[in-house]
C-alpha cells in the first residue's frame, strides 16, 4: 500500500480538521487507497510550528512554507494559510511536482485562480479545492437523487449560509476582515460554499445580481497573530481597525440550464452558528437540507397520493453515499470530521488510482468569476452580470 508524504501549510483550527482526516481516513475507508503520512508542518514562527507538530502527529516542522514545497520527500503539499498566498504556494508546490490540496476560496482574485490552475496542468499533478460539505452524505445523496431524474427537470435552487460569529462588533479583527489578505468577506468564506452547492447540485451558472453589505464598520485590533474569529471579545478602549470586506452577500443566479435561484451569505445572523441549507423545486418533487441537521434530507415528490404528499426525512447511513465508510447505523452521527475524512479519501483515491477529483482548481476559478460577477453586480446597483 503506497504511502503519501504530507507537508501541511498553516497551523490554525483547519490543519487541526485536515491532520484529524490524515489520520482517520485509513480507519474508516479499509483498505485505504493509500496511507497519507503527516510529514511536516509549517506556521509562522518556528516555536508555534514546534508546538503544532507535537499537537497534530507531525515528524518535522518549519517556519518557512518554501521548505515544504521544495522537500523532495513530500507528496503532497496542503495550503491551510490565509487566501492571500495560496496563489504563490500552490504554483510553486505545483512546479516541485507535488500535488496540491487548497482551502477554499481558491485565490483573491479569478487571474491567480487560472495561475494556479495552468501550473497544475502544466506539471499533472492532482489538485483539489476543500469544500468539505458536498462530501455529507445527505448532499451527496441529493445528487443521486437528481441525477435520477426523480424530481424532474430543476425550476429553482435557494441556499443560505449563516454565522453569527461576527454579529458582535466587540469580536476582533481577524484576517477574514482584511481584504488585503481575504479578498471578500462573507461572500468569498461561506458564499463560495453554497457557490459550490449550487453548482454541484444544479449546474454552472450564466449570470448573477447582488449586493454586498458591510454593518460594522472597525473593530478591536488582535493583540495576537492568532485567528481568534468570534471567540474572544474585547472589553474596554482597544485600538480599532477598519473592516474592509462585506458583512453580508446576498445576490440572485440564472443558471445555463434555465433554472433560477438565491443566495444568502452572512457571519451577523444572530442566533445562527454554521446554518447551511439549500431548497431545490423541481418539476417532479422537491428537496431540502439543513446541515445542522446533517444526517437528514427532506425529500417531497409529486407523484405521491394527494392525501400522502408532503416531505419525508431519509436518515442517511450505509446504504447512502459514503456509508459503507462511515458508521454501521442511519443517523447515528455524521459530524464536519467525517466530511474531511472522506474529502481525504476522495484525494488519496484520485492521486492512487489517476483519476479526476472533484472539486478542482477549474472548480475554484469559476467560483472566482461568479464572486468577482456578484462583486461587479454590487458596484453597479444590482445589474445581471453574465458569467465569463
Given at each position: 500500500?503506497?504511502?503519501?508524504?504530507?507537508?501541511?501549510?498553516?497551523?490554525?483550527?483547519?490543519?487541526?480538521?485536515?491532520?484529524?482526516?490524515?489520520?482517520?481516513?485509513?480507519?474508516?475507508?479499509?483498505?485505504?487507497?493509500?496511507?497519507?503520512?503527516?510529514?511536516?508542518?509549517?506556521?509562522i514562527t518556528i516555536d508555534r510550528a514546534k508546538d503544532a507538530a507535537a499537537q497534530?502527529?507531525?515528524?518535522?516542522?518549519?517556519?518557512?512554507?518554501?521548505?515544504?514545497?521544495?522537500?523532495?520527500?513530500?507528496?503532497?503539499?496542503?495550503?491551510?494559510?490565509?487566501?492571500?498566498?495560496?496563489?504563490?504556494?500552490?504554483?510553486?508546490?505545483?512546479?516541485?511536482?507535488?500535488?496540491?490540496?487548497?482551502?477554499?476560496?481558491?485565490?483573491?482574485?479569478?487571474?491567480?485562480?487560472?495561475?494556479?490552475?495552468?501550473?497544475?496542468?502544466?506539471?499533472?499533478?492532482?489538485?483539489?479545492?476543500?469544500?468539505?460539505?458536498?462530501?455529507?452524505?445527505?448532499?451527496?445523496?441529493?445528487?443521486?437523487?437528481?441525477?435520477?431524474?426523480?424530481?424532474?427537470?430543476?425550476?429553482?435552487?435557494?441556499?443560505?449560509?449563516?454565522?453569527?460569529?461576527?454579529?458582535?462588533?466587540?469580536?476582533?479583527?481577524?484576517?477574514?476582515?482584511?481584504?488585503?489578505?481575504?479578498?471578500?468577506?462573507?461572500?468569498g468564506d461561506i458564499g463560495t460554499h453554497v457557490i459550490d452547492m449550487a453548482r454541484?447540485?444544479?449546474?454552472?451558472?450564466?449570470?448573477?445580481?447582488?449586493?454586498?453589505?458591510?454593518?460594522?464598520?472597525?473593530?478591536?485590533?488582535?493583540?495576537?497573530?492568532?485567528?481568534?474569529?468570534?471567540?474572544?471579545?474585547?472589553?474596554?478602549?482597544?485600538?480599532?481597525?477598519?473592516?474592509?470586506?462585506?458583512?453580508?452577500?446576498?445576490?440572485?443566479i440564472r443558471f445555463q440550464n434555465g433554472a433560477t435561484g438565491s443566495i444568502e451569505?452572512?457571519?451577523?445572523?444572530?442566533?445562527?452558528?454554521?446554518?447551511?441549507?439549500?431548497?431545490?423545486?423541481?418539476?417532479?418533487?422537491?428537496?431540502?437540507?439543513?446541515?445542522?441537521?446533517?444526517?437528514?434530507?427532506?425529500?417531497?415528490?409529486?407523484?405521491?397520493?394527494?392525501?400522502?404528499?408532503?416531505?419525508?426525512?431519509?436518515?442517511?447511513?450505509?446504504?447512502?453515499?459514503?456509508?459503507?465508510?462511515?458508521?454501521?447505523?442511519?443517523?447515528?452521527?455524521?459530524?464536519?470530521?467525517?466530511?474531511?475524512?472522506?474529502?481525504?479519501?476522495?484525494?488519496?483515491?484520485?492521486?492512487?488510482?489517476?483519476?479526476?477529483?472533484?472539486?478542482?482548481?477549474?472548480?475554484?476559478?469559476?467560483?472566482?468569476?461568479?464572486?468577482?460577477?456578484?462583486?461587479?453586480?454590487?458596484?453597479?446597483?444590482?445589474?445581471?452580470?453574465?458569467?465569463?
Amino acid at each position: 500500500m503506497q504511502h503519501y508524504k504530507i507537508g501541511l501549510i498553516g497551523a490554525g483550527f483547519m490543519a487541526k480538521a485536515h491532520s484529524m482526516a490524515y489520520a482517520s481516513m485509513p480507519m474508516f475507508f479499509w483498505p485505504a487507497p493509500g496511507i497519507p503520512v503527516r510529514q511536516k508542518i509549517c506556521d509562522i514562527t518556528i516555536d508555534r510550528a514546534k508546538d503544532a507538530a507535537a499537537q497534530m502527529g507531525f515528524s518535522e516542522y518549519t517556519d518557512n512554507w518554501r521548505e515544504v514545497v521544495n522537500d523532495p520527500d513530500i507528496d503532497i503539499v496542503d495550503i491551510c494559510t490565509p487566501n492571500n498566498i495560496h496563489a504563490e504556494i500552490a504554483i510553486a508546490a505545483a512546479n516541485n511536482g507535488k500535488h496540491v490540496f487548497c482551502e477554499k476560496p481558491i485565490a483573491m482574485t479569478s487571474e491567480e485562480a487560472a495561475q494556479m490552475l495552468e501550473a497544475v496542468r502544466k506539471n499533472k499533478v492532482k489538485h483539489m479545492l476543500a469544500f468539505n460539505y458536498r462530501r455529507t452524505p445527505a448532499v451527496a445523496l441529493a445528487r443521486e437523487i437528481i441525477a435520477a431524474g426523480e424530481i424532474g427537470e430543476i425550476q429553482t435552487f435557494r441556499g443560505t449560509y449563516l454565522q453569527d460569529w461576527s454579529a458582535d462588533p466587540n469580536s476582533p479583527l481577524s484576517w477574514r476582515f482584511q481584504s488585503e489578505v481575504c479578498g471578500t468577506g462573507a461572500l468569498g468564506d461561506i458564499g463560495t460554499h453554497v457557490i459550490d452547492m449550487a453548482r454541484y447540485l444544479v449546474g454552472e451558472f450564466k449570470a448573477v445580481s447582488g449586493e454586498l453589505k458591510t454593518y460594522i464598520s472597525e473593530r478591536p485590533i488582535q493583540s495576537s497573530n492568532v485567528d481568534a474569529l468570534g471567540t474572544v471579545k474585547a472589553s474596554g478602549d482597544v485600538p480599532k481597525g477598519p473592516v474592509t470586506v462585506d458583512d453580508e452577500a446576498s445576490f440572485s443566479i440564472r443558471f445555463q440550464n434555465g433554472a433560477t435561484g438565491s443566495i444568502e451569505a452572512t457571519r451577523n445572523a444572530w442566533g445562527r452558528n454554521n446554518y447551511i441549507t439549500f431548497e431545490i423545486h423541481g418539476t417532479q418533487g422537491s428537496i431540502y437540507f439543513n446541515y445542522e441537521r446533517r444526517d437528514e434530507l427532506q425529500v417531497c415528490y409529486a407523484g405521491d397520493p394527494g392525501n400522502r404528499r408532503g416531505f419525508r426525512t431519509i436518515y442517511t447511513g450505509p446504504a447512502h453515499p459514503y456509508g459503507e465508510g462511515l458508521w454501521p447505523i442511519p443517523a447515528l452521527g455524521i459530524g464536519y470530521s467525517e466530511t474531511k475524512i472522506v474529502e481525504c479519501y476522495d484525494l488519496i483515491k484520485a492521486i492512487a488510482e489517476d483519476t479526476e477529483v472533484s472539486p478542482d482548481f477549474h472548480d475554484g476559478y469559476r467560483i472566482s468569476l461568479i464572486c468577482e460577477a456578484i462583486e461587479a453586480s454590487n458596484a453597479n446597483g444590482g445589474n445581471w452580470v453574465p458569467i465569463p
